[in-house]
């Protein structure tokens, strides 16, 4: 179906894109978010024990917040290609993903 200019109407555009539910349906992208929850407060404890004169303590929890916020990014946007990658190779969950019929 093409529009008054000639190119194809947006409904034949779209692509995969994500899937409603994706996270409850995958429970495997549930460990990053772990991750970036636990390192969001070792931060919150850093920064409080930074602002109350502990430093030693400060520099252990700053530093957990640092690499269990990096692995946990990593691990959500690996497990994200890898959930991108399988979607656009296989059949989509959503019929409005499939591209026109020609």
């Given at each position: 179906?093409?529009?008054?200019?000639?190119?194809?109407?947006?409904?034949?555009?779209?692509?995969?894109?994500?899937v409603?539910?994706?996270?409850?349906?995958?429970?495997?992208?549930?460990?990053?978010?772990?991750?970036?929850?636990?390192?969001?407060?070792?931060?919150?404890?850093?920064?409080?024990?930074?602002?109350?004169?502990?430093?030693g303590?400060?520099?252990?929890?700053?530093?957990?917040?640092?690499?269990?916020?990096?692995?946990?990014?990593?691990?959500?946007?690996?497990?994200?290609?890898?959930?991108?990658?399988?979607?656009?190779?296989?059949?989509?969950?959503?019929?409005?993903?499939?591209?026109?019929?020609?």
């Open positions: 179906m093409t529009n008054n200019n000639g190119h194809d109407s947006a409904g034949s555009l779209v692509g995969a894109g994500p409603a539910g994706e996270t409850l349906k995958d429970r495997t992208s549930w460990p990053g978010y772990g991750l970036i929850v636990l390192s969001l407060f070792a931060l919150a404890s850093g920064l409080t024990a930074l602002a109350t004169g502990h430093g303590p400060a520099a252990g929890a700053l530093t957990v917040a640092v690499i269990a916020m990096v692995a946990g990014i990593a691990w959500t946007v690996v497990r994200h290609r890898r959930l991108s990658l399988q979607i656009s190779t296989g059949t989509p969950e959503r019929p409005e993903d499939l591209g026109p019929v020609t």
